[in-house]
């Protein structure tokens, strides 16, 4: 349902650590894939790069969210010094 939906807006409908999960989810859920195609007789090279690609997207995009929030509190963290 959410998966054609702009990151940013989902992050911010559903919460970011709400959407952090969902990642983590989808990012496991593409390794256990990935072991699947990986364990078979005949592996499909093809199938194991589109995994491998889609992986790598969902983990950059953790990453992003992640250094997000922590700039987010940092920024707010200076704000209450003052």
Do not use: C, W
């Given at each position: 349902?959410?998966?054609?939906?702009?990151?940013?807006?989902l992050?911010?409908?559903?919460?970011?650590?709400?959407?952090?999960?969902?990642?983590?989810?989808?990012?496991?859920?593409?390794?256990?894939?990935?072991?699947?195609?990986?364990?078979?007789?005949?592996?499909?090279?093809?199938?194991?790069?589109?995994?491998?690609?889609?992986?790598?997207?969902?983990?950059?995009?953790?990453?992003?969210?992640?250094?997000?929030?922590?700039?987010?509190?940092?920024?707010?963290?200076?704000?209450?010094?003052?």
């Amino acid at each position: 349902m959410y998966s054609r939906l702009d990151p940013a807006t989902l992050a911010f409908e559903i919460g970011v650590d709400d959407y952090l999960a969902t990642l983590a989810a989808r990012h496991a859920g593409l390794e256990r894939a990935i072991q699947e195609e990986a364990g078979r007789p005949a592996p499909d090279g093809l199938s194991l790069t589109h995994l491998k690609r889609r992986k790598l997207k969902v983990k950059d995009e953790i990453t992003r969210l992640r250094r997000a929030a922590a700039g987010e509190n940092l920024r707010s963290g200076a704000h209450s010094r003052r």
